[in-house]
């Protein structure tokens, strides 16, 4: 069996384009352009990176998008101050604060200061919990592309056998909530789950987003399934003195026996900044109607 590869640069820039017609009609509308923030707090070279990328493609699709850059001893109450200034500022329609933060910052703390409506990462305790009641919210923008992958497959999730591995608030609890909403049958794994391949070889379809390189291995999938990988890995390469990215999943194994499977690097990573894009429009066009 040959799996399809599930194109995330691809399917990114045709997101980005529905995003760019989408803006667009807004501005001529309304006069403005929706308004990204992001905020960044230390060094950390790949969070500069990433987020360097949302404030670039932001621009590209004419949203306006503002990186503000703090220090690494920025105090929480420092943050604080900003994301309430964003919160007030009408031109502002989706505010994303960079993880990790500095040790002398709690992380969930300041997440929850965002006002939801502006949450267009989706962490906020209201916009989880609309999730889980399946009424219209912000969602995590990873999940969200996650889901859009297999929409592309043409899977058929009704019925379907889904099974995630990870259980974080970023990607495994909303993933659930959503393949959920489309009448799969899911079951969510963990590191104290048993027998973690035999389940995962019941999986019609499988996410991995666990953080451990190469973790499932082709024998640990059926024959049909289609993978999800959100793991991005950088490992060494024996005796060169480089790296390279890898998934959580054992890609040359597994891609003989999927239906489908997403790369690493250029799969679910180029959705979920199109994700973020699409979140803001949705922020500002809820934001206009609620007045």
Known sequence: MTAQILDGKQLAETLRAEVKRGVLAFVAEHGRAPGLDVVLVGEDPASQVYTRNKEKQAKEVGIRGTLHTLPAETTEAELVALLARLNADDAVDGILVQLPLPKQIREQTVLDLIRPEKDVDGFHPVNAGLLASGR?????????GCMKLLERAGTKLA???AVVIGRSNIVGKPALQLLLAESATVTIAHSRTKDLPALCREADVLVAAVGRPEMVRGDWV???????DVGINRVEVPGTGKTRLVGDVAYDEVAERAAAITPVPGGVGPMTIACLLENTLVAARARVAAR
């Open 136 to 144: 219209p919210s912000l969602v995590p923008c990873t999940p969200r």
């Open 159 to 161: 019925g379907a056998r």
């Open 222 to 228: 059926k024959d049909g399934a289609v993978v999800i």
